[in-house]
């Protein structure tokens, strides 16, 4: 039997200042699956959507033909959420917003949420394992409503952006720690490339058998899409093929040259191409 090709979803940013369904228009013409959300492109405080709004987003994708896969880039808006602050009331606000998004993700039809926010989670000097504590404490609020939700929360490591949770191996201990099978890791190319010691497709091979994978972002190191640089994905599908992985990537460059749509229609054809030569 021909194994399913993974769902391939566009972060959502790339399209930039578009409307929801300019971008779903958008994504589903070049050949995605879905738009990966970051909630900061809905609203400011995309945790208090009302109800009636969440219907409309979901619907608009799916008239398009399209799905909202998940959700990433939690903790860009409001200001001032922390996994790591000594402040405790900043820390409940943060966990309160982080349960709302789990919410949220379900409500729009997504499957799992992405936590990277470098910036919302760095280490005090001085105060490094009380700021852990406190991450791991998040982390498990966040599970718990992610499993209520019937999602996946994933923690992103990022590479050398940020001074805590680097690797797959730190992001992993985490998981393993709060033993909820809602909270997972996953794995960003581009960060991979600057932190981990073997080759991406060495890293899938060594996580994915674990069940610690839930997700997975294609992009270059150069920061450019996939195949807008000289990292080879055809070696990173092709573990993911012989490790059966089944849940989606995102496809997330931070460089759009020359411009958004033109930089989404390469990748789309590029992973799609690998994808399709790895099914033969």
Excluded at 169 to 183: C, F, R
Excluded at 184 to 190: K, N, P, V
Excluded at 199 to 212: D, E
Excluded at 251 to 272: H, K, L, M, N, Q
């Amino acid at each position: 039997m021909r194994q399913a090709a993974p769902r391939i979803g566009l972060c959502n940013e790339v399209l930039g200042n578009r409307t929801f369904a300019e971008q779903c228009d958008i994504a589903a013409r070049l050949g995605y699956d879905g738009l990966e959300v970051a909630p900061f492109t809905l609203a400011a405080e995309p945790h208090r959507l009302p109800v009636a709004d969440r219907r409309v987003l979901r619907q608009t994708a799916a008239d398009a033909g399209i799905a909202v896969t998940g959700l990433h880039w939690l903790l860009q808006t409001p200001a001032g959420l922390s996994i790591t602050s000594r402040d405790r009331a900043q820390r409940e606000r943060t966990k309160d917003f982080m349960r709302d998004l789990c919410n949220l993700c379900a409500d729009l039809g997504g499957k799992a949420l992405v936590h990277g926010s470098a910036a919302n989670r760095l280490l005090e000097p001085g105060f490094e394992n009380e700021n852990r504590r406190h991450a791991v404490e998040c982390f498990a609020a966040a599970a718990d409503a992610a499993a209520a939700a019937g999602v996946v929360y994933c923690i992103e490591p990022l590479g050398k952006q940020t001074n805590h949770i680097n690797t797959v191996e730190e992001a992993a201990a985490i998981v393993s720690e709060v033993g909820n099978p809602a909270l997972r890791t996953m794995i960003d190319c581009a960060s991979a490339s600057q932190t981990e010691s073997a080759s991406i497709a060495g890293v899938l091979r060594r996580w994915l058998p674990t069940g610690m994978i839930g997700h997975v972002h294609f992009n270059d190191p150069n920061r450019r899409g996939p195949g807008q640089g000289e990292l080879a994905f055809a070696p990173i599908v092709a573990a993911l093929r012989e490790q059966n992985y089944a849940a989606d990537i995102g496809i997330e460059p931070f460089v759009y040259e020359p411009d958004g749509p033109t930089c989404a229609a390469r990748s789309i054809g590029y992973v799609r191409g690998l994808l399709e030569t790895s099914l033969q």
